[in-house]
C-alpha cells in the first residue's frame, strides 16, 4: 500500500502540478484538501480537476464559520491590524487551514502535508508552524523549496509538465495578479505592484470594490483599500494591494465604541497588545501561549463594549456620524464647560501640583545648580 500525501488544493496551476509531481517523486498516494474560507466560485470544478489530475480523493471543507467566529472575530476584537494598515485577511485564514490540514492527514493516515507556498513569502512559515505546533509527527513537502527535484521556474514550465502527464488545463501562460481570497478580504501581488514607484492599475486589479474616484454618490464607495509595502517575515519588503470593504467599516466601528466605553489606562494597554497580537497572527504563531493569553485579556475588555455606530460612507471615507452605548463612561455633565455635580473646578488645583511636581523638583533643581555654577 502507497503512502499518503495530503495536499493543500486551491485547484491553480501551481497545485495542480504538484500533484502528478508528488506521484512521480515519491510514489505517494495523493489526496487534496481544498479549505472553503469564503473563496466563492474558486472552488468550481475542482473535483474533476484533482481527478483528472492523479488525485485519489478530494475534500472540500467548509470553514466558513469557524473561520469567522474563532479568527476573524478574535482578531477584530483586539484591534489587531499589522504595521497599521493591513487586516491580516490572509494571515488568519492560515491557521484554520492547517488546523484542517492535520484533521484530514489523521483521518486519512498520511505522512507528509504538501503545500504550494514558495520559499520567498510568509505563508510557508504560517502553513507549517501551525502543522508543526498541532501534528510534530507529520512531514512537510514545500515543493517551491526543494530546487533538486521541483524544477519548474514558470507558469509555461508546469503547463508544459501536465500537459506532458496528459493534463489539458483551462490556464494560459499569461502572468496575472497573485491573488488570495476569503470571507475577509482579497489580496493582490504582481505585475505593476512589484514596482513601488507604479500607481496600481486599479481598473483591472479591483475585485470587491470601486476606486474611490470613481464611485457614485450613493451606493459602491470604494472602502477598504490599502496599498501597502509590508516588512515580510522573511525579511525582505513586499508590496501588495488589500480590498478589505466590510472588514474595515466593522473594524472602524468597533474603534469607535471603545472610545466610549474602556477607560484610558485599559485601552491604551489593548491597543499594544493588539499591535502584538497583529505580529504574532502574520508571523503564523497562532498556536501559542502568547496568542492565547492575549486573547483572554482581549475578552475581559470586551464585556461591555457594545452599543449603535453610525457612519457616512463616501468615495473612499468613513466619516463619523455619532455613537451610543449603555455603557458609555462619556459623561456629559463632566465634560460640559461649565461646572457640573461631579466636578469642580478647584479640583484641578491639588491635581496639577501633584501631577506636576516631578517637573517642578527637576527645575528646581536646574536653578539651584545653575545658580552655583555661576558663582
Not at 502574520?282 to 501559542?288: H, L, N, V
Amino acid at each position: 500500500m502507497k503512502e499518503k500525501v495530503v495536499l493543500a488544493y486551491s485547484g491553480g496551476l501551481d497545485t495542480t502540478a504538484i500533484i502528478p509531481w508528488l506521484k512521480e517523486t515519491f510514489d505517494y498516494e495523493v489526496i487534496c484538501c481544498c479549505i472553503d474560507c469564503g473563496q466563492g466560485n474558486e472552488l468550481v470544478g475542482l473535483d474533476e480537476r484533482a481527478k483528472l489530475s492523479g488525485a485519489s480523493k478530494l475534500y472540500i471543507e467548509n470553514v466558513i464559520d469557524e473561520f469567522s467566529e474563532d479568527f476573524i472575530m478574535p482578531c477584530v476584537k483586539a484591534g489587531a491590524v499589522y504595521e497599521n494598515k493591513y487586516l491580516l485577511g490572509t494571515s488568519m485564514a492560515r491557521p484554520v487551514i492547517a488546523k484542517k490540514l492535520v484533521e484530514i492527514a489523521r483521518k486519512e493516515g498520511a505522512v507528509a502535508i504538501c503545500h504550494g507556498a514558495t520559499g520567498k513569502g510568509n505563508d510557508q512559515i504560517r502553513f507549517e508552524l501551525g502543522i508543526k505546533a498541532l501534528a510534530p509527527d507529520i512531514k512537510v513537502i514545500a515543493p517551491w523549496r526543494m530546487t533538486d527535484v521541483w524544477t519548474m521556474q514558470s507558469r509555461e514550465d508546469e503547463l508544459a509538465y501536465c500537459k506532458a502527464h496528459g493534463i489539458d488545463l483551462p490556464f494560459d501562460a499569461n502572468h496575472s495578479y497573485s491573488r488570495d481570497r476569503n470571507l475577509w478580504h482579497i489580496s493582490h501581488e504582481g505585475l505593476e505592484l512589484e514596482d513601488p514607484s507604479n500607481e496600481p492599475n486599479y481598473d483591472d486589479l479591483l475585485v470587491l470594490t470601486t476606486p474611490p474616484e470613481k464611485a457614485p454618490d450613493e451606493g459602491e464607495y470604494g472602502i477598504g483599500i490599502v496599498d501597502i509595502v509590508e516588512n515580510r517575515v522573511v525579511g525582505m519588503k513586499s508590496r501588495g494591494v488589500y480590498e478589505t470593504p466590510g472588514g474595515t467599516i466593522l473594524m472602524a466601528a468597533h474603534e469607535q465604541l471603545e472610545e466610549l466605553i474602556l477607560d484610558r489606562e485599559t485601552l491604551k494597554t489593548k491597543k499594544d497588545l493588539g499591535n502584538l497580537l497583529a505580529e504574532v497572527v502574520y508571523e503564523g504563531k497562532w498556536y501559542t501561549p502568547l496568542r492565547e493569553a492575549i486573547q483572554a485579556f482581549v475578552d475581559v475588555t470586551q464585556k461591555y463594549v457594545t452599543g449603535e455606530v453610525k457612519f457616512k460612507l463616501f468615495k473612499g471615507n468613513i466619516i463619523k456620524a455619532g455613537e451610543s452605548s449603555p455603557y458609555s463612561l462619556y459623561n456629559e455633565s463632566l465634560a460640559s464647560f461649565t461646572t457640573g455635580d461631579l466636578y469642580d473646578h478647584h479640583d484641578a488645583d491639588g491635581f496639577i501640583t501633584l501631577f506636576g511636581l516631578p517637573l517642578k523638583v527637576r527645575a528646581m533643581k536646574m536653578q539651584e545648580l545653575e545658580k552655583n555654577n555661576n558663582k
